[in-house]
């Protein structure tokens, strides 16, 4: 008898995944390196990582508020940072590491009288942060050693190959519905992401906010006492970051502190000191986002038609 997964059975699946990783380094590796750093952090820390994070929550609003112009919605700064602030939090502390901007989606949706279009401005800023994230990624892992260094040639030949051939059985197989989604896709990126008076801001805009990221993880190693070099931690940290979109984890913590043990690990450093750095990394973002519990507590009534041109 066939066993179906429903949408239930994934959405208990991710979490307990990511709880299934830190078990995992729980048994291991004992509490230590999960409580040895955040013994470490401090006042200047903290500040740090709150004036980062001003930086690149404001970075991801402009970023959303060039998307939303280019598919037609309007979105001031002001109100995409609260929105932003708002799902940065929810991300980091609820399941799935996700759930904040689905709530950031539908929310915005509603307030412009679009769910299906303020959805799609959310998929579209975060898929244009995550590709710019990629990029950036295949670039220092290529130039700089790592573990994964010698399989990157082969895991981008299958990435691409794989994506075309996604594109052109989309495109083979007769079906209204893909075919007007495709069309809709196709609109999005057009006006959304490559606009020349969008696509500027939008790769300034996720530059910073990696950048941001990795300043933010190398401030965490260096509270949990790694001395190694920019040059062998910046490859490691991307690592840990492309982890973090994986949504299998809680809060943010899981896959994010499995890849920081296994690559500073593979990469000579110790498995403790990695997930060290992770916990410290997760404890600073958790900090950073606490303007977003002020949003929640002390929401702004949106005016009728606030999102409209």
């Known amino acids: 008898m066939r066993t179906v997964l429903t949408p239930t059975f994934w959405a208990w699946a991710r979490p307990l995944a990511g709880l299934g990783i830190l078990a995992v380094l729980l048994w ?7 409580l040895a750093g955040l013994r470490l952090i401090d006042a200047g820390t903290l500040a740090a990582a709150l004036g980062i994070g001003v930086l690149t929550t404001y970075c991801c609003a402009w970023r959303w508020s060039l998307v939303a112009r280019g598919l037609g919605v309007h979105l001031p700064l002001r109100a995409a940072a609260a929105h932003c602030y708002r799902s940065l939090f929810l991300n980091a502390t609820l399941p799935g590491g996700v759930l904040g901007d689905v709530h950031r989606a539908v929310r915005h949706g509603r307030d412009v009288g679009d769910v299906g279009r303020g959805v799609r401005t959310v998929v579209w800023e975060r898929s244009a942060g995550q590709a710019v994230q990629a990029a950036i990624a295949v670039v220092v ?3 700089y050693p790592s573990p994964v260094r010698p399989y990157l040639p082969a895991v981008i030949a299958v990435t691409v190959v794989t994506g075309l ?25 057009r006006d959304g992401l490559l606009a020349s008076r969008n696509w500027p801001g939008i790769v300034v805009a996720s530059v910073v906010v990696v950048s941001g990221h990795l300043a933010t993880f190398v401030i965490a190693a260096r509270t949990a006492g790694s001395g190694a070099p920019l040059s062998q931690l910046v ?3 991307l690592l840990a970051l492309l982890a973090m979109g994986l949504p299998l984890n809680v809060g943010g913590w899981g896959p994010r502190e499995g890849v920081a ?4 690990g593979a990469a000579g450093l110790t498995v403790a000191q990695g997930v060290a750095t992770a916990v410290v990394y997760g404890a600073l973002v958790l900090v950073a986002s606490l303007p977003g519990a002020c949003v929640l507590m002390f929401p702004r009534k949106s005016r009728p038609n606030e999102g409209e041109q």
Not at 261 to 264: D, K, L, N, T, V
């Open 165 to 189: 051939g996604t594109v052109l059985l989309a495109r083979a197989v007769p079906s209204r519905r893909l075919s007007r989604a495709l069309r809709t896709a196709l609109a999005d990126v």
């Open 28 to 34: 291991r590796l004992g509490t230590g390196p999960f």
């Open 141 to 143: 892992l290529l130039a």
């Open 261 to 264: 043990a296994w690559a500073f």
């Open 235 to 237: 490859p490691l940290t």
